[in-house]
C-alpha cells in the first residue's frame, strides 16, 4: 500500500520543506514600482494559523501569463537554495505563515485586465488546498468577481496601506469566511 501524500494526511508539513529563500520576492527591492502584499492566515476561531504556506501567482504588468521559469538560483558549492535571481519576473512566489501567521510577498503590479494575484492556500486540517484571489484595484468587468454575491465581494479586495503596500487577510471559515474558488474535481 502507498504512503498517503499530504493532501491525505492532516499535518503541518508545508513550513518546513517547501519555502525556499526569497520565495516572496517577485521583485527585487531594488525595483521602485514594486508592490508588497501581506497579511494574517486566521483559522474558524480567529486564531492567527502559524504554519501554513501560500502560493501566488499573476499577470506580468504587460497583461501576459507567461512569467520566466528558472529564477530560482542554487549555490554551486552547496548546491542548496541561493535564492531568487532578481531580474525575471515569474508571477509566482512560495511563502510560509510566521509564527503569529503573517505572510507577504513583493511584487509588480498586476495589469489592469487581471487585477488581482491568484492564491493557493495549504494549511493544517485542510485536506486539499484552498484557491483565492486578493484584487488590488477590482475591475467592475471581472467576471468572476461580478458573480460572487456582493456581501462576500469584499473578502477578496485588499486593502491599500499605502502606495506601495496593500493587506490581505484569509479566514479559512467562520465569520467573515474568505470566498474560496472551487474549480471542480
Sequence with gaps: MPLPTPSQTV???????LPFPGGGEIAGAHRPDAITLHGLVYDGAGRPVPDALLETWQAHPDGSLTGRPGSLRRDPVTGGFAGRGTTDFTGFARVATDAAGHWEVRTLPPPPQR?????????????????????????????LL???????????????????TYR???RLQGEGETVFLDFGA
Design 168 to 170: 490581505f487577510d484569509i
Design 115 to 143: 487585477p488581482y494575484l491568484s492564491i493557493c492556500v495549504f494549511a493544517r486540517g485542510l485536506l486539499h488546498h484552498l484557491f483565492t484571489r486578493a484584487y488590488l484595484d477590482p475591475a467592475p468587468h471581472d467576471p
Design 146 to 164: 461580478a458573480a460572487v454575491p456582493a456581501p462576500r465581494r469584499p473578502t477578496l479586495l485588499t486593502t491599500r496601506e499605502d502606495d506601495h
Design 11 to 17: 499535518g503541518p508539513f508545508y513550513g518546513y520543506a
